[in-house]
Structures are given as structure tokens and as C-alpha cells.
């Protein structure tokens, strides 16, 4: 009896110690699961919060930049001029442009002058009708899901209204928003100012034209860098309201 006994409790201590290690290795199993998906998840987010650029994952939207602003917009030439270039950029560099018009039947086309070549306006360049302030209408927004793109660059008008409307739905569906800001305006400047502000502290990354650019390409090495370097320069010769 006392044999048994003692095998039993033998026996008995023997599983324990075999579940408890079975137990501890399925905890540290857990938690090491759990660190290698926190630290995937923040390498993800910190790769999102530096706003890095890439054509493979981007897009460029030119809002409402049409003829019946031409007159009333705050420095226009020079998002015209601005919207010119990053079109141009973004020919060059392979990466889709999208537009919008705001009630054509009021306030007119496109502008021509916003595009190196005018024809590709409509055709190479698609351009949704709305009323909608922002954007994302259902056509437009189906559009651009079918892009599958993340990162988004904005130029245009109304800043305070349209653009930054677009931000906002944009940034609430977890997508990356960059704004032109020398390619963005409205009718007042005061507007413009708190619209930008608005959208940075939503986070939207503010940036420049230029920066934009040779952030896309990231090396003098990009086969493309040349052409795109005269681009710089013709943009460059032209001035540039909001120097001023």
C-alpha cells in the first residue's frame, strides 16, 4: 500500500509539473504572438506617421479647379500653376489623376491651363460631376477603391470647403492625405489658413509641390528624374503667390 501510495503521488506530481510546463508554454506562446502582432502593428503605423510617398501607392485628386473660380479664388494662377505641375508630375511618373467639377452647369469646365495636355482632361484624366462638397461621391469613391491606392495628394478649391471635406472623409477611411498647399486655396485667405490648420491637425501631411516631387522619386538614380527636374524648373520660373 505504501508502495502504491507512493507511486500514485509520484505519478500525480509527474502530470502536474507536465501540464503546468504545458501551461506556461502555451502562455509564453500567447504573449509572444501577441508582441510580434504589436510590434508588426507599430511598425505599420510608424511607417504610415513619417508620410512617405511612393508612385506605387499613389494618387493625385484635383478638386473643383474650374473657370468660373478663375476670378474669385485667392492667388488662383498659382494653383493653377501648382496643378499643372503635379499633373504633369504625375503623368511622368505613371501614377492616376483623378477630378472633380463642382455643378459644371454654374461654375464651368476645368481649367485647361491646370493640365500640360488639355485632351487628357476627360480622357486619361476622369472627371466626376458632383454637388456633393466633397469628392468621395459614390462614383468617384468606387473609382478610386479600384485604384487600390493608400496615399492620396490633393490639390484644388474651395480649401475650407471641397478640399478639406475631402481630407476629412479621405483620413476617416485610414487612407494617407497630402496636401499641396501651394496647389490649394478659397476666396479669402483667413479661410485657406484655418482650412490648412484643420486638415494638419486631422492628419493630413502638409507639403509643397516640389517637396512632393522628388519625395515620389527618391533618388537622382530615378530614370525619370530628368524630365521631372525640367518640370521643377519650368515650375520654378513662374511665380509663386504665396512667397509673397
Given at each position: 500500500l505504501v508502495a502504491f501510495a507512493t507511486n500514485s503521488l509520484a505519478s500525480n506530481a509527474c502530470r502536474l509539473r507536465l501540464f503546468s510546463f504545458s501551461s506556461i508554454s502555451h502562455r509564453c506562446m500567447h504573449n509572444n504572438k501577441s508582441k510580434t502582432l504589436k510590434m508588426s502593428l507599430a511598425a505599420t503605423a510608424s511607417r504610415r506617421a513619417v508620410g512617405k510617398l511612393s508612385p506605387s501607392n499613389t494618387a493625385l485628386l484635383v478638386c473643383d479647379v474650374q473657370e468660373r473660380f478663375r476670378p474669385l479664388i485667392h492667388k488662383m494662377e498659382t494653383v493653377i500653376n501648382t496643378?499643372?505641375?503635379m499633373t504633369s508630375v504625375a503623368k511622368e511618373l505613371n501614377f492616376p489623376i483623378v477630378a472633380t467639377?463642382?455643378?459644371?452647369?454654374?461654375?464651368g469646365p476645368t481649367v485647361a491651363?491646370?493640365?500640360?495636355?488639355p485632351k487628357d482632361i476627360g480622357t486619361l484624366v476622369p472627371v466626376f460631376e458632383k454637388k456633393k462638397f466633397s469628392m468621395m461621391t459614390e462614383e468617384c469613391s468606387q473609382h478610386l477603391t479600384s485604384l487600390n491606392k493608400t496615399s492620396f495628394l490633393l490639390v484644388g478649391i474651395e480649401a475650407h470647403v471641397c478640399l478639406q471635406q475631402t481630407a476629412l472623409d479621405l483620413l476617416d477611411q485610414g487612407h494617407d492625405v497630402h496636401i499641396i498647399a501651394d496647389g490649394?486655396?478659397?476666396?479669402q485667405s483667413y479661410d485657406r489658413e484655418m482650412a490648412l490648420r484643420r486638415m494638419e491637425s486631422c492628419g493630413a501631411w502638409l507639403t509643397t509641390a516640389q517637396s512632393a516631387a522628388f519625395m515620389l522619386m527618391g533618388s537622382a538614380d530615378h530614370p525619370n528624374f530628368k524630365a521631372v527636374s525640367k518640370?521643377?524648373?519650368?515650375?520654378?520660373?513662374?511665380?509663386?503667390?504665396f512667397n509673397e
Open positions: 496643378t499643372k505641375f467639377q463642382q455643378y459644371t452647369k454654374v461654375f491651363d491646370a493640365f500640360a495636355d490649394v486655396s478659397s476666396q518640370l521643377v524648373k519650368d515650375h520654378m520660373a513662374l511665380k509663386n503667390e
